[in-house]
């Protein structure tokens, strides 16, 4: 568990997610300015790999300025049996001393629906336990995140207690704006990247793909002004 807010709303590109941004953002901050308001307990971020779920979480939790306490929840899934029912109700219980936001990343490896085959005893007594920190939360301090790219593989009665948001694929347009924002971060031009997105689009269907073609045009400008000054050189 750590906390991590330095992720700015300026990285927040495409309207499909900044659409998403302010429908979350105005709920919590409507429940974190009202103590006597009974209401949503928190979000399931569910969509493809790569599409900014766990991102989206770390700007509401910058935009609100409240502490963003992440948890890994396959590190979670890993402690002896009656550990991880223990750290749940510890983390519940740190995250409403003060405003914060509780984002459990990659859930399914967590709280999988009991009726699935793979779903073991241990998997029961956390479900269980997270239920009961759920009913019990105080909307006015704490707003829980779950992020997952398979939501079916959740317990069902996981889904009831938490809002859904499905996150799209990103736009050519969203794609493009990305690119050059990561560009810009890494003081490289952009229309050679930019020319590959256009030319093939259905091979960065991805936030996470368009910063790999970044990052390899990067290394790519950087080993050819090295192999012309026959030196290490850094981009200014």
């Known amino acids: 568990m750590h906390s991590g807010t330095e992720i700015s709303l300026e990285q927040c590109k495409g309207e499909e997610y900044r659409a998403i941004f302010q429908k979350v953002y105005r ?5 974190f300015s009202n103590p006597d308001l009974r209401g949503i307990k928190g979000f399931i971020f569910a969509g493809e790999t790569g599409v900014g779920k766990t991102l989206m979480a770390k700007m509401v939790a910058r935009e609100l300025s409240v502490p ?8 979670i899934a890993r402690k002896h049996f ?10 519940f219980e740190e995250s409403q001393h003060n405003k914060a936001v509780l984002l459990f990343d990659d859930v399914e490896a967590l709280f ?7 779903s073991e005893g241990w998997n029961t007594g ?8 759920l009913d019990n939360l105080d909307t006015s301090k704490c707003a829980v995140i779950m992020t997952t790219n398979l939501i079916t593989f959740l317990d069902k009665a996981l889904q009831d207690r938490l809002y859904p948001i499905q996150f799209p694929l990103p736009s050519l347009q969203t794609l493009i704006a990305i690119a050059q924002m990561r560009c ?27 910063e790999k073609l970044v990052f390899e045009d990067y290394i790519n400008q950087i080993e050819v002004l090295a192999s012309r000054q026959g030196s290490n050189v850094v981009l200014v």
């Open 126 to 133: 956390m479900n269980n336990v997270l239920f009961h920190q």
């Open 112 to 118: 999988l629906d009991r009726t699935k085959e793979a």
């Open 82 to 91: 009656g550990e991880s029912e223990q750290l749940i109700s510890k983390l």
């Open 68 to 75: 963003l306490l992440f948890v890994d929840s396959a590190t």
């Open 184 to 210: 810009n971060d890494l003081k490289i031009g952009s229309e050679g990247v930019e020319q590959t997105i256009r030319a093939a689009p259905e091979s960065f269907r991805s936030i996470r793909a368009v």
């Open 27 to 31: 709920i919590v901050s409507l429940q």
